[in-house]
């Protein structure tokens, strides 16, 4: 029955010999790729092709906009009623505004002083400004040093205040959402927030709040950024380079022409009323930012981009051990002095030296291991290993008949070789990305070294007897 079963579910030609396993997945794929591989293959080149024709009609219009508006559009003071903020010696700071500035942060050891620094420097009447740092840090030391910095600018007189939560429900939108319901802040109009690694320049608010107070229809006046650390490396210069053109280009076509543009998250500063109008703060998505534009547009409200109101922030850039500094001559220059005085014992083969480093290197990763093995008495410390001989048997090869011989897997791949040859990869592929020195290029070259020697490509195989 089972025989029957099988035959009748198989073409003729599969009942023959079952030996020919290419010929009979040759004819498999002859028998589905026509109704569908085929078409499946062609419905992802239309959507692939669509796809890119729509985003290149979108480049293009975003590049003939952006033309036109920088040829012959207004300047936003222009677009819109906008009167430089003076200081009025009868009113005195009532005609400031009441403006909030908060600084959400998490275990920001590097960069909490510079960004808390920032805020408490705005050339704003220090009675008119309520600045709030919403540390939700998990680290003891870094919130003891947070707070001990506010109470540091509360000494000389800013509005400052330091505020924790019981947990990190909501992340970045629940801290906001949860300074926003301090009493203190109802008599607060305008809210400005930055990131930890935000920087604004002292006249960010005289520059900004115009826009705001003679505008009742703009809710958002967003900044431009921009980045300190942009040559620090090859990422640093790929994110550069992509959000350049969201702000230069998209955002700025999207103000120019009252169409909808994203809030950055930081970096701007928002009108209260249409916080609030919209729904608030809502951690319902990690893109908390651009959620509430959504909602507040839908309400009506307008946006504007000021591309020359620029604030420095950073760019992401990693480093595993950042305290660990190895300098060049330690890395590179003495150790090559060394190999190199290594070698002159054997002048034949100084052509051989680049080579040789590397291969010397994976000798040294064995010697290490040796070295622990015998101080911590593990494993074969004190198992005395023969190395075989081969004498005159590869003199004699060709003397004597090839004889074929099979050896197992585990006598050619080294598996910790071949580990240290993943970590060394990894290594190179972070160095690429993030280092500064180029270092990459020599751990490539010993990736392929540890890895020429986990495949047992190094030496000779003896057969055993």
Not at 135 to 163: F, H
Not at 205 to 225: C, D, G, K, Y
Not at 439 to 445: A, I, P, Q
Request: aromatic fraction near 12%; include cysteine.
């Amino acid at each position: 029955m089972a025989e029957v079963s099988a035959k009748s579910f198989l073409p003729e030609t599969f009942q023959g010999n079952t030996v020919d396993l290419a010929s009979q997945l040759g004819l498999v794929w002859e028998l589905i790729k026509a109704p569908l591989i085929v078409p499946l293959l062609k419905l992802a080149v239309f959507v692939c092709l669509t796809m890119e024709l729509m985003l290149f009609c979108e480049r293009l219009y975003m590049g003939i906009v952006i033309i036109l508006v920088k040829l012959f559009w207004k300047k936003p003071d222009k677009r819109y009623n906008w009167e430089p903020m003076t200081d009025d010696l009868e009113m005195g700071n009532s005609n400031f505004p009441l403006v909030l500035i908060q600084i959400p942060m998490f275990n920001e050891r590097e960069v909490y002083k510079i960004s808390i620094g920032a805020a408490c420097n705005l050339s704003w009447p220090s009675d008119r400004l309520v600045i709030q740092v919403l540390d939700d840090s998990t680290d003891p030391i870094i919130k003891d040093m947070v707070e001990k910095e506010c109470q540091r600018w509360a000494a000389k007189g800013l509005n400052i205040t330091y505020q924790i939560r019981e947990s990190r429900g909501g992340y970045k939108a629940g801290a906001l959402k949860e300074g926003l319901k301090r009493d203190y802040v109802k008599e607060c109009e305008y809210v400005a927030i930055f990131d930890a690694d935000f920087r604004p320049e002292p006249d960010f608010l005289r520059r900004s709040i115009p826009f705001l107070m003679h505008n009742p229809q703009i809710a958002l006046v967003q900044a431009r950024w921009r980045f300190v650390n942009s040559n620090e490396c090859l990422m640093t210069r790929m994110q550069e380079m992509s959000l350049d053109y969201h702000f230069t280009v998209e955002q700025e076509v999207g103000s120019a022409t009252h169409a909808f543009f994203g809030f950055n998250g930081t970096g701007g500063i928002w009108r209260i009323a249409a916080i609030n109008e919209a729904g608030g703060w809502k951690d319902r998505t990690t893109v908390e930012d651009m959620d509430l534009a959504v909602r507040a547009s839908l309400k009506g409200w307008k946006f504007v981009y000021l591309g020359d109101l620029q604030v420095k922030s950073e760019l992401p850039l990693t480093i595993m051990v950042p305290e660990i500094d190895v300098p060049e001559w330690g890395a590179i220059y003495i150790p090559c002095i060394i190999t190199t005085l290594n070698s002159v014992g054997t002048p034949r083969s100084i052509h051989l030296l680049f080579y040789w480093i590397l291969f010397e290197n994976v000798m040294s990763f064995h010697r290490t291991k040796a070295t622990f093995i015998g101080l911590l008495e593990a494993k074969r410390a004190n198992e005395w290993v023969v190395t075989e001989k081969l004498g005159d048997a590869l003199k004699n090869k060709n003397n004597k008949p090839a004889k074929k011989f099979r050896f197992n897997i585990g006598d050619r791949i080294h598996i910790t070789e071949l580990g240290f040859a993943g970590f060394l990869f990894f290594c190179g592929c972070y160095d690429y990305l993030y280092g500064k020195n180029n270092y990459f290029v020599y751990m490539f070259l010993q990736t392929i070294t540890f890895s020429i020697v986990g495949f047992g490509y190094i030496g000779t195989i003896v057969p055993s007897s």
